[in-house]
């Protein structure tokens, strides 16, 4: 993420905590308060958001320093320190919540990735994301899923195709769905379209989809399309996958499993700041 659009969201997030001004720190902290800290990881999991650790920091004062002791992606125990933090006591308090906020949320997410991908380990499948994000952190959000060694989906809806039920609907089926896919959209994009029976498989097969996503199918189903599809389309399973055993529908051979829960309801990874002087 460039630093312009990670400066924004960090801003609109200081505004929104601090309003008018820290009137707790402001109060009882001097303006030439200097004090030093130790980030630390209160459970284990994945750590992710470094740079924005610092970055929010550096935007509420740049006599702020951050030294960081692990990086993105790296595994961390309960009692693990993760950064140490120095300067103005004023800044370091008042940007305080909004850096573990933000770390905290994406190491959760990069946390449950990496749970997943291991889940599914030698199978071959990916574990994808979807757009079910918070709104104005999907960057962020996405982020720590690759971190968390998953895989993205498309980032927007003009990243890709993918007709789903309800355009299907109104689309009038899925033979004309993605016959005016092909007609309208740019010829470089895939089409993905999802099915929920193993008919509209054979009908998304029989109107060339490149993508069939197998949606809220059991397993049994899953296995049996994997075997009519036969490598015609990549395949992608698809909803409530954080509920299922991600290595009994890997073992389907579906290409990527989907999972909107990576971000829409993960929990925290539980982080803590703690001042040493």
């Given at each position: 993420?460039?630093?312009?659009?990670?400066?924004?969201?960090?801003?609109?997030?200081?505004?929104?905590?601090?309003?008018?001004?820290?009137?707790?720190?402001?109060s009882?902290?001097?303006?030439?308060?200097?004090?030093?800290?130790?980030?630390?990881?209160?459970?284990d999991?994945v750590?992710?958001?470094?740079?924005?650790?610092?970055?929010?920091?550096?935007?509420?004062?740049?006599?702020?320093?951050?030294?960081?002791?692990i990086?993105?992606?790296?595994?961390?125990?309960a009692?693990?320190?993760i950064?140490?933090?120095?300067?103005?006591?004023?800044?370091?308090?008042?940007?305080?919540?909004?850096?573990?906020?933000?770390?905290?949320?994406?190491?959760?997410?990069?946390?449950?990735?990496s749970?997943?991908?291991?889940?599914?380990?030698?199978?071959?499948?990916?574990?994808?994301?979807?757009?079910?994000?918070?709104?104005?952190?999907?960057?962020?959000?996405?982020?720590?899923?690759?971190?968390?060694?998953?895989?993205?989906?498309?980032?927007?809806?003009?990243?890709?195709v993918?007709?789903k039920?309800?355009?299907?609907?109104?689309?009038?089926?899925?033979?004309?769905?993605?016959?005016a896919?092909?007609?309208?959209?740019?010829?470089?994009?895939?089409?993905?379209?999802?099915?929920?029976?193993?008919?509209?498989?054979?009908?998304?097969?029989?109107?060339?989809?490149?993508?069939?996503?197998?949606?809220?199918?059991?397993?049994?189903d899953?296995?049996?399309?994997?075997?009519?599809?036969?490598?015609?389309?990549?395949?992608?399973?698809?909803?409530?996958?954080?509920e299922?055993?991600?290595?009994?529908?890997?073992?389907?051979?579906?290409?990527?499993?989907?999972?909107?829960?990576l971000?829409?309801?993960?929990?925290?990874?539980?982080?803590?700041?703690?001042?040493?002087?």
């Amino acid at each position: 993420m460039n630093h312009i659009g990670l400066d924004k969201l960090i801003l609109d997030a200081l505004a929104e905590d601090i309003g008018t001004g820290d009137i707790t720190t402001e109060s009882c902290i001097p303006e030439d308060g200097v004090s030093e800290g130790v980030f630390r990881a209160k459970q284990d999991g994945v750590f992710c958001g470094m740079s924005v650790l610092q970055r929010v920091f550096e935007l509420v004062d740049r006599r702020i320093t951050v030294v960081p002791l692990i990086k993105d992606g790296d595994e961390v125990k309960a009692g693990q320190e993760i950064a140490k933090i120095k300067g103005p006591s004023r800044g370091v308090l008042s940007g305080e919540r909004v850096a573990l906020n933000l770390v905290q949320h994406m190491s959760g997410i990069a946390t449950a990735a990496s749970r997943a991908v291991k889940a599914v380990e030698g199978t071959g499948c990916v574990i994808v994301d979807t757009r079910k994000t918070t709104p104005g952190l999907r960057v962020l959000e996405k982020y720590s899923v690759k971190v968390g060694g998953g895989g993205n989906h498309r980032f927007n809806l003009a990243d890709g195709v993918l007709i789903k039920d309800n355009h299907i609907v109104a689309a009038g089926g899925i033979a004309g769905a993605i016959k005016a896919v092909r007609r309208n959209a740019p010829h470089t994009l895939r089409i993905e379209i999802e099915a929920e029976t193993v008919d509209q498989v054979r009908q998304c097969l029989d109107a060339g989809a490149d993508i069939i996503m197998l949606d809220n199918m059991s397993v049994e189903d899953m296995r049996t399309c994997v075997r009519l599809i036969d490598h015609q389309a990549l395949t992608e399973a698809s909803g409530n996958m954080g509920e299922r055993d991600l290595r009994e529908v890997a073992e389907t051979g579906v290409d990527y499993i989907s999972i909107g829960a990576l971000t829409h309801s993960v929990a925290a990874l539980d982080i803590s700041l703690k001042f040493t002087k």
